[in-house]
């Protein structure tokens, strides 16, 4: 069965400082990755959003940056960190292009800014 | 520009009561709309899809309708239980790349 798993579950980081959140997908091949951010009072934004590996589209002007350097791994990046940057991390995967297939999220990673 | 919104905000009911949660979206064009539930400080967990050309999708005690001309879909809950206690959002896909739009939520308390 597919599983996906994310990390570091929670993190505080410094304002200026660098991040990286990092996810993995099991048991499929070539998933669409996708990057949510869930901000405190505001709901779910997509930030990133991939199709293959090096293959990036960025949803929102932000700080932040993604990568995908192998097939079923999803890493999302910032040099240094802003305030505005806390919240809540969604990794997500889904598989091919039928409108009946799901998309399944990770647990998520909260990530505080001091 | 895809908005969808959910109403009430926050809801609580006894337990037992049958209830109705409200997800409307401005572009009756989707692919797909999704019903997920969030407990506190986790991940989504997707309870339904209804795919575009659907009208409704039941799981146990949950029936999601989708009226694409009225731009609605309901989420509706059986028998409600203090497990059913969560945040449930509606997403909707307007094409096969799943780049959700998500309504803001609603918060859900079950009385025991």
């Known amino acids: 069965s597919q599983t996906i798993h994310q990390w570091p579950a929670t993190l505080v980081q410094p304002v200026g400082s660098p991040l990286s959140l990092e996810c993995t997908v099991e048991?499929?091949?070539?998933?669409?990755l996708y990057w949510y951010r869930q901000a405190a009072g505001r709901g779910l934004q997509l930030l990133f959003y991939?199709?293959?590996?090096?293959?990036i589209s960025s949803e929102v002007p932000q700080n932040l940056s993604a990568s995908r350097p192998q097939d079923r791994q999803f890493i999302l990046s910032s040099k240094k960190l802003l305030l505005s940057d806390s919240g809540f991390y969604l990794c997500?995967?889904?598989?091919?292009?039928?409108?009946?297939?799901?998309?399944?999220f990770g647990e998520g990673s909260w990530l505080t800014v001091v | 520009k895809q908005e969808v919104t959910q109403i009430p905000a926050a809801l609580s009911v006894p337990e037992g009561e049958n209830l109705v949660l409200n997800c409307s979206f401005t572009?009756?064009?989707?692919?797909?709309l999704q019903w997920f539930r969030q407990d506190p400080g986790k991940g989504l967990t997707s309870l339904l899809l209804?795919?575009?050309?659907?009208r409704e999708q039941t799981s146990g005690r949950l029936n999601a309708s989708l009226d694409k001309s009225s731009g609605r879909s309901t989420l509706y809950i059986a028998a409600s239980q203090p497990g059913d206690s969560a945040t449930y959002l509606c997403?909707?896909?307007?094409?096969?790349?799943?780049?959700?739009?998500f309504g803001s939520g609603t918060r859900l308390l079950v009385r025991p």
């Open positions: 572009d009756s064009a989707i692919y797909n």
């Open positions: 048991g499929t091949s070539n998933p669409n």
């Open positions: 209804i795919q575009s050309s659907q």
């Open positions: 991939s199709v293959g590996i090096g293959q």
């Open positions: 997403a909707a896909a307007m094409d096969s790349s799943y780049k959700l739009i």
């Open positions: 997500a995967w889904s598989v091919g292009q039928s409108s009946g297939n799901t998309i399944y």
